[in-house]
């Protein structure tokens, strides 16, 4: 089984800073992409970023060139390091990530996990 632990949320202020860290363990063979959605109330799952296995990157419009979005792929992590955040980056954010695992038999699947989820409150 694959597990998926997330961290770094919190509370800042407009402006300041946050980075948060997406952990998968178990018995992964290969991550092929590793994704960041947020959600805040009352409003749909919108993906932030996402970054493939050869590093392909990609933004949505509303945090390019504040959100940098990176891999450790020998520790199956990802990052999301936030920078000059707004009050409208609040929610919670979600990371997923696109994996090929083994199951009984020895055939390889493709599967997605999420993780559960971390808030982000951009306050003064």
């Known amino acids: 089984q694959v597990q998926v632990v997330e961290s770094g949320g919190g509370l800042v202020q407009p402006g300041g800073s946050l980075r948060l860290s997406c952990a998968a363990s178990g018995s992964i063979f290969s991550i092929n992409a590793m994704d960041w959605y947020r959600q805040a109330p009352g409003k749909e799952r919108e993906l932030v970023a996402y970054i493939t296995s050869g590093g392909s990157k990609k933004y949505a419009d509303s945090v390019k060139g504040r959100f940098t979005i990176s891999s450790d792929n020998a520790k199956n992590t990802m990052y999301l390091q936030m920078s000059s955040l707004k009050p409208e980056d609040t929610a919670v954010y979600y990371c997923?990530?696109?994996?090929?695992?083994?199951?009984?038999?020895?055939?390889?699947?493709?599967?997605?996990?999420w993780g559960q989820g971390t808030q982000v409150t951009v306050s003064s």
């Open positions: 997923n990530i696109d994996l090929r695992r083994y199951i009984m038999g020895g055939t390889l699947i493709r599967e997605d996990y």
